[in-house]
């Protein structure tokens, strides 16, 4: 049983688009997805504003209707994101933070919420990108610290026991055997967050197993 760093495939994926203001709430709803789905939910706000602020330079200084395109890929450990549009003369401009005009004011929000950006000038077209850094071990790897990783491990040890011989030689007491099984559990929920898993979900669907499996088991305060 292997849980390492293919674990969670992010294939990078672009979306054409024409850069109308009515188009910048769907790019935002499709980046929350496909961000949840690679299980990296906390970049999503950031990422959004990103989106926001790159398609907003379009609609001001190339022009509503561009025909543009919104790129997200994985470069190394970070998340990139990157729009294309036709026109290389309009490059965005970063401006001082307490500079009052609007023009600019995108590019320091892209600034302030990301780890580096720049701008890939072509002959027909440019592409303006921005990365923002993740906890992942990979790209295909997870995030989640210590208790995704301690999670990983017991899953590993729970696939070779199953076909193991018991032993009685390491048998934990009773009150500590709980408790490794209570953290146990916390840890799988951590595990299944960090994959971009609903935990109350899973709880649901195992009580619901466990239950199926004991039909005439009395849980405490169900007795009458």
């Known amino acids: 049983m292997n849980y390492g760093e293919d674990c969670v495939r992010r294939k990078p994926w672009d979306l054409p688009f024409s850069a109308?203001?009515?188009?910048?709430?769907?790019?935002r709803r499709v980046l929350k997805l496909h961000l949840t789905l690679w299980g990296l939910p906390e970049l999503v706000e950031s990422a959004?504003?990103?989106?926001?602020?790159?398609?907003?330079?379009v609609i001001r200084h190339v022009g509503a209707g561009t025909p543009t395109t919104l790129a997200v890929s994985m470069s190394g450990t970070y998340l990139r994101i990157e729009v294309y549009d036709p026109d290389t003369r309009a490059l965005p401009t970063l401006l001082n933070a307490e500079c009052e005009a609007e023009a600019g004011r995108g590019m320091a929000l892209?600034?302030?919420v990301t780890d580096r950006w720049g701008v890939i000038l072509r002959s027909d077209s440019k592409v303006v990108w921005c990365e923002l850094a993740t906890d992942l071990t990979g790209p295909n790897g997870h995030t989640g610290g210590p208790r995704v990783t301690h999670a990983e491990e017991y899953l590993a040890l729970y696939g070779t026991a199953r076909h193991a011989r018991p032993t009685n030689s390491s048998r934990l007491s009773m009150a500590v055997a709980e408790e490794a099984a209570i953290d146990l559990i916390a840890d799988l929920l951590h595990w299944l967050r960090a994959h971009g898993r609903d935990p109350d979900e899973a709880l649901d669907r195992a009580q619901r197993h466990f239950e199926a499996e004991f039909p005439?088991?009395?849980?405490?305060?169900d007795e009458a």
């Open 216 to 221: 005439t088991n009395v849980r405490r305060g």
């Open 110 to 112: 892209v600034d302030a």
């Open 20 to 27: 109308e203001p009515s188009e910048v709430a769907g790019l």
């Open 48 to 57: 959004q504003i990103c989106v926001t602020e790159l398609t907003s330079n």
